[in-house]
């Protein structure tokens, strides 16, 4: 029998040889071809699998996922299923084969436990407004990116004047069509309009993002993908920056941050973490003299220090800014022919909560205290927030929640006739077993035990905090050792490779007062144990455990490459805890 002949390609060269190697697989074991595997390799493939993926769970401490999960009981079963929650949570749709009514139970949750009104309503024909302050989200099928990426696209879309309107062109035609005497069937049509803005204003309908210098890069990924301008972008080289170095800065503050204008790249932190709030409303004020809207992004629990921005105080001290250069509520015009107008917002406030909306309304309940950082909607002018689900809770798969108020979504014209299925959501076809992780989790849970689950991660920092600080004085070395106030994360210089593998230590450069210095922080999940803290300790203790860091001079490429071209935004390569 001949051999069968398929079009492909062979490889150019051993991919074994090509790609990073990894402890414990044999790469050989994995490859794939045009024959089934053979039984005999799939189980020593499946073999290395699970060593590989047991031990390196066993040890992980280094980035703020929860490793301790408990869902084959209830839902292995689905993993025999395809569950798609395509289009809106809130409308049934003709894909059954969904898990939306799960998924609605577990936002109305987080609705009440964000302060948010609930449960979520859209009834525009109905004679009392309240439905319009009730929340409106979704489970994500991506993580906290998504729900970044919604909230920054919303965000832009409302400052920026869009609009949905019924498209009067077919009403035309089926009129003219209809002169003849014959009847014509108008299907009704939805267009997005974009609102001008007026000469005497032409900077009004441009927002300007404004984020700190410990955010996540989702937010960068999120300015490129939706083509947002930062403050940056915009002021730097066109008029003076707002900030006067040093005295605009916080202590700390390194130079390295600032362009060659003299404009920060990011707004600001302190050496917490936190956004630097006096400088954030300088810079905003900057921007709203100037007659742009604002998109603030604050970060509940920064991805590398682990620290909370003070939302509530930033958004009081920016509210009197936005009421004395009329943006705290504006008119934006869509149809001035007809004198059809809105009013609307001009600016957008989002909560990047990737890990921290999930358990610090647990921490509020359990302290008590007056000067907690509130981030939810309790604060008035708070328009979306996002979470990851696979980080503090822990889940299977990325997944999270993206949540605003009903009013601040872009919605067709108030007609009963568009309460179909809105195309509302980012992704297509969603995942719809994240919904079942999530209610899983919370269904076993009340809100006492997720408290002491708090608590155990607190108390879990305060004695690594403690170990380290040990440990620095047993080795007579300083360690970096830091900690931001109520965050689960612990920084300190950054030990040898192997150690770094072995607990999957995330890695960080680190510009503190002027000098380079090589981080490492570990994150204090409800799966991290003391027993694992006091192994890292030994393991640390180790002569060859720290590395020199020798203050090495890095080599730019001084030539300009592309003298003519517009600067864009600030990449950053480092700082932000995801290599
Ligand atoms: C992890 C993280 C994100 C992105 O979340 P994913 O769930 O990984 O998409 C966004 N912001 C912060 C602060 C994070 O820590």
């Not at 436990?113 to 929340?135: F, G, M, V």
């Not at 990116?145 to 409302?158: C, F, K, M, S």
């Not at 809770?393 to 006739?417: E, S």
């Amino acid at each position: 029998m001949a051999e069968p002949n398929y079009q492909v390609t062979a490889a150019a060269k051993d991919p074994g040889d090509v790609y990073p190697k990894v402890p414990g697989i044999d790469y050989n074991d994995f490859k794939l071809s045009s024959e089934r595997m053979p039984q005999e390799q799939r189980n020593r493939a499946l073999e290395q699998l699970y060593r590989y993926e047991s031990v390196q769970k066993e040890n992980f401490m280094g980035y703020q996922s929860n490793q301790k999960l408990d869902f084959k009981d209830d839902l292995s079963t689905y993993l025999n299923y395809h569950i798609n929650n395509i289009g809106d949570p809130f409308v049934s749709g003709n894909d059954t084969l969904n898990t939306k009514f799960v998924e609605r139970a577990v936002l109305d949750y987080f609705a009440a436990l964000w302060n948010a009104q609930w449960p979520h309503e859209y009834t525009p024909d109905s004679p009392d407004k309240t439905w319009r302050d009730s929340y409106w989200g979704y489970i994500v099928s991506m993580g906290c990116t998504e729900g970044n990426i919604y909230g920054l696209w919303n965000a832009r879309d409302y400052l920026a004047g869009k609009f949905i309107l019924e498209d009067p062109d077919v009403w035309e035609k089926a009129r003219l069509a209809s002169l003849n005497g014959r009847r014509a069937a108008v299907e009704p049509r939805l267009i997005y309009y974009q609102a001008k803005a007026p000469e005497d204003a032409p900077n009004k309908y441009t927002p300007i993002a404004f984020y700190s210098q410990d955010t996540h890069y989702s937010i960068i990924k999120a300015m490129r993908v939706l083509d947002i301008v930062t403050f940056n972008e915009e002021g730097s080289g066109k008029f003076d920056c707002p900030l006067i170095y040093p005295d605009d800065y916080p202590p700390g503050y390194s130079v390295h941050y600032l362009d060659k204008n003299g404009w920060p790249l990011e707004v600001p932190s302190d050496q917490d973490g936190c956004i630097y709030i006096p400088a954030l409303k300088k810079l905003a004020e900057a921007f709203l003299k100037r007659g742009y809207p604002i998109i603030v992004n604050f970060n509940y629990g920064t991805t590398f220090k682990g620290a909370y921005d003070n939302v509530a105080g930033a958004i009081s001290e920016i509210v009197p800014i936005l009421k004395q250069y009329g943006f705290y509520e504006r008119e934006v015009e869509y149809d001035p022919a007809h004198k059809k107008s809105d009013i609307r917002t001009g600016f957008w406030f989002h909560v990047d909560g990737a890990l921290g909306a999930a358990y610090m309304p647990f921490l509020e309940m359990a302290e008590k205290s007056k000067d907690f950082p509130v981030f939810d909607f309790r604060i008035k002018e708070l328009q979306s927030i996002a979470m990851s689900g696979h980080k503090w809770i822990g889940a299977p798969w990325p997944c999270g929640i993206y949540m605003t108020k009903v009013k601040y979504q872009l919605l067709p014209p108030d007609n009963p006739m568009y309460i179909g299925s809105p195309d509302s959501t980012f992704a297509g076809s969603r995942n719809g077993l994240s919904p079942l992780v999530l209610w899983d989790y919370l269904s076993k849970h009340s809100y006492q035990d997720l408290i002491n689950k708090v608590m155990y991660t607190k108390n879990l920092a305060e004695y690594a905090l403690k170990r380290l600080k040990e440990l620095e004085k047993h080795l007579g070395k300083d360690l970096w050792v830091e900690y931001s106030p109520r965050s689960l994360a612990l920084r300190f210089k950054q030990p040898n490779a192997s150690i770094t593998f072995k607990y999957s230590l995330s890695e960080e450069i680190l510009y503190v007062n002027n000098e380079k210095r090589a981080y490492c922080h570990i994150y204090m999940m409800e799966s991290v144990t003391p027993k694992l803290i006091d192994d890292l300790i030994t393991d640390l203790e180790a002569p060859d455990a720290f590395l020199d860091q020798p203050d090495e001079e890095i080599a730019y490429r001084k030539e300009i490459v592309a003298p003519d071209a517009k600067r864009g935004i600030f990449i950053p390569q480092n700082g932000r805890g995801f290599k």
